[in-house]
């Protein structure tokens, strides 16, 4: 069913309970899936339709500013960069790996290997000399395309163990253009024809899972898996992938590419000719620059970046000596956001008289800012990841900056669930993407059915993972009488203590993350008398707390024991308390001199935590916490 602005509603999902418990829900698909062809069709489809709309805008690295790329521009770049690949020796299905930041040459480069009909295989940029060694064998990778001298010198340093890998290029030493040159002499038919020889059921790329236990898995991920995971999603996000204004929609990806979530948004782009640009880097500095320059008006984002800006707003305020007057102007937006969202559902009239004009006191004041540091025309924007929370949540609707929360894994090539635009129910993370079903297992885990279900793992001949054919997650979730999904925890993070409480620590890490003081957070309790947690301070908070308090003197070792600082962080743990069973809440916690990161091996390149790796580096530091037995 279309809206009169000829947005297109969800259908609704199709329930089935048991036991007075919602165990599943399926929703339709509102496309049909291809027939035939593959992403590699999508910059030249463009290019024959609408060749002179703007498809990409790239930053010159001179001067700054942002240069559009139409269709017909990219499909030609295309076309010559798959002609170096091919003039380079490569056959079809051979792999073809890409390590690098979020750039322009990484999206091109995937279009161009898979016009050449290779398959890629994306490796994290931060990723160290083992694990680059371990995908590029375990792929068997016959070209690798590097940005820097640095990456060139890690891939040459593991080379002998690398007999598949053939071609080492260097991105930002010409690599693109030498490729071009090198193919100039092939025709365009030859590119053409491998084209031809893909189809929806051919691998597109192989992306490998980070893993928080055990070596990386890679993913086989089709060209169909994508067909099925953009086409409904850009039908379903219709206000925010086909502008209903005037002003064209646009979005600014800082998301990696390595991961699948950046991908997919990437090709869905692509395939709805949404102008999309890249930032390579999410540093506050650089990241709020190229927002401002670029202004889009849609973001794709995790809870970190969302949760970075309204600190910084917070922080700003604070320095102004107006941090009351944000309180206050976010307490109104938050209230504001779940009007707004109950008319939308029909659960409420909407916001009152009087909060419309306190709304709109705050918005020139506070709002205004908040839309201004995400460039000043984002309206909507999708987070993934993890969950962002229903108080941030509501406080960007508030502010004017709609949020469609989604849930999905690599496997399930990114979203299986979305916010429908209609429908919004904050604190969960959607229901599921038409032409996929979910169903809640007896233990509680979330399992996945649809066309973007992965097609198994790299060289392990069982095939695709199945619970009486579903694919398990390894989530603990629950469905609502709606259809909608809330995801609690993971199954194998489940925490039972001493006294036979099941704890799940996500929830409680991610609101204590959400404070500007936190950088990272690990509950602890399993078979353990109580609950407690281990905190890293977040940089860029910290430096400002200090200046309010006038402790600039004081270092990290001084820091973690401060009674100031720690009474502010015992505020954030009793408002995460203040959301679970006294069981479940956190007694005692410890404040480390070192933050949990993917260098030193606490972090997976996903930002997710590595809980042995953090157990076992920190065992005192925990055992500190409990009582000597």
């Given at each position: ?57 790239r930053k010159d690295d001179a001067d700054g500013t942002w240069r559009d790329v139409t269709a017909e521009r990219f499909a030609a770049e295309v076309t010559a960069v798959a002609k ?232 700003t305020a604070e320095k102004m000596g107006r941090a009351a007057s944000f309180d206050r102007a976010a307490a109104i937006a938050q209230r504001y956001g779940q009007a707004l969202v ?288």
């Open positions: 069913m279309s809206t009169e602005t000829g947005q297109l509603e969800s259908p609704a999902p199709q329930i089935v309970a048991e036991g007075g418990r919602v165990v599943q829900a399926a929703v339709p698909p509102l496309v049909e899936p291809p027939r035939s062809g593959s992403l590699a069709d999508i910059p030249f489809t463009n290019a024959a339709e609408a060749p002179r709309e703007v498809v990409l805008s170096g690949l091919i003039a380079a020796g490569l056959k079809p299905g051979e792999r073809l790996a890409i390590m690098a930041r979020t750039t322009y040459a990484w999206t091109l480069l995937d279009f161009a290997g898979w016009a050449a009909g290779l398959v890629t295989v994306p490796i994290y940029p931060t990723s160290s000399a083992s694990q680059t060694a371990w995908i590029l064998a375990d792929s068997g990778a016959a070209a690798c395309a590097v940005e820097n001298v640095e990456q060139t010198r890690l891939v040459t340093g593991r080379r002998a163990g690398l007999p598949e890998l053939r071609h080492l290029w260097q991105l930002d030493a010409g690599a693109i253009a030498q490729l071009s040159t090198d193919g100039a002499e092939l025709p365009d038919a030859l590119v053409t024809s491998r084209r031809q020889g893909l189809a929806p059921a051919s691998t597109a790329t192989l992306i490998y899972t980070s893993g928080t236990t055990g070596r990386p898995k890679g993913c086989v991920l089709t060209h169909g898996n994508f067909f099925a995971e953009v086409d409904n999603a850009t039908e379903l996000l219709h206000p925010v992938f086909k502008s209903v204004s005037t002003e064209p929609a646009s979005t600014l990806l800082f998301l990696p590419l390595s991961h699948v979530f950046g991908r997919m948004v990437a090709v869905g782009c692509l395939r709805a000719r949404v102008r999309l640009g890249h930032a390579p880097s999410i540093a506050t500095d650089d990241l709020l620059a190229d927002l401002a320059g670029f202004r889009p008006t849609f973001l794709l984002a995790i809870p970190y970046v969302l949760e970075k800006v309204y600190n910084t707003g917070r922080a109950a008319r939308q559902t029909g659960t409420g009239p909407g916001p009152s008289l009087g909060l419309r004009l306190a709304h709109a006191l705050y918005d020139p004041l506070v709002y205004r800012r908040i839309r201004a540091a995400l460039g000043g025309k984002v309206r909507y924007a999708i987070c993934g990841g993890s969950p962002l929370g229903k108080r941030l949540a509501a406080f960007y609707a508030g502010a004017g900056v709609m949020i469609f929360e989604g849930y999905g894994l690599t496997e399930t090539t990114a979203a299986a669930t979305v916010t429908p635009p209609l429908a919004p129910r904050l604190g969960t993370v959607g229901r599921p993407l038409p032409g996929t079903a979910v169903r809640i297992a007896d233990d509680g885990e979330v399992l996945l059915r649809g066309g973007q279900v992965f097609r198994g793992y790299w060289n392990d001949p069982s095939g695709v993972p199945q619970v009486e054919g579903w694919f398990p997650t390894g989530d603990i979730g629950e469905l609502d009488a709606d259809g909608y999904l809330s995801i609690t925890g993971r199954k194998k993070e489940i925490l039972i203590t001493a006294g036979g409480k099941n704890v799940a620590p996500a929830p409680l890490e991610d609101r204590l993350r959400a404070h500007p003081l936190v950088g990272q957070c690990m509950v602890v309790g399993d078979n353990r008398p109580f609950v407690t947690a281990l905190l890293t301070l977040e940089a860029d908070g910290l430096k400002h707390w200090q200046r309010m308090r006038h402790k600039e003197d004081l270092r990290i070792a001084q820091l973690v024991t401060d009674p100031d600082l720690l009474a502010e962080l015992q505020k954030a743990v009793d408002d995460a308390n203040s959301t679970v069973s006294r069981a479940e809440s956190i007694r005692a916690f410890r404040v480390l001199p070192v933050d949990f990161t993917e260098e030193s091996g606490h972090l997976t390149p996903s930002m997710k935590l590595r809980r042995s790796a953090v157990a076992t580096d920190f065992t005192e530091d925990i055992e500190s916490l409990y009582p000597r037995r």
